[in-house]
């Protein structure tokens, strides 16, 4: 007996860090979204199988044009369950404005599960190094405590992992591991 869920997900950041990138590496070469000109978001489904028993069908949303028009964002994150909060790991303003989006979303959505990533690893030139913040690029010992940060301001589940969508490390794990911890909120609810 096999249980399907679907999700609404939204792929959140600041311009350029990677998001249009990262949705074409998960959902294959293949792919070709539907563009919904009105609303100027892309969306796109793919299915996932979790184990013999569990199957996941996201609802990919990524943003594209007229991100400025309230109507735009409030149609872009309305029935949401998770996101992907991506920053770009060679850019450090991308990465503090990941607080800025978290309050974004918690005031469209309130409090949801969260992938943080850390994108374009393939460009960084190494990843393990002490916090520096006069440095442009952001080592992944940054990102942990970023994520630990943002999960104890904003009491959300997050998930932290750093991808490259030029080849593709770690992409689909970011999309499981999203479902991972969708499926624990839906575990949670039906055992309230
Ligand atoms: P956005 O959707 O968040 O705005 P895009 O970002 O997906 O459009 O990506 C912005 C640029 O970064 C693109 O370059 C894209 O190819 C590149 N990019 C995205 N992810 C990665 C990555 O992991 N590694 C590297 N090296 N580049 C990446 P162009 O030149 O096409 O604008
Ligand atoms: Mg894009």
Redesign the pocket.
Known sequence: MRNMYLFKVVLIGDGGVG??ALRKKFMGEGFSGAYIMTIGADFAIKSIKLSDDAQIKFQIW?L?GQPHFKAVREAFYKGTSGVLLVYDVMRRNTFKNTVFWMEELIKNVGRIPVVLIGNKIDLRPMADAPPDPRRSWVSNEEGQILKRYLEERFDVPIVFIETSAKTGENVDLAFQELAYLLLQTVKNIKTI
């Open positions: 998001k249009t990524d594209a």
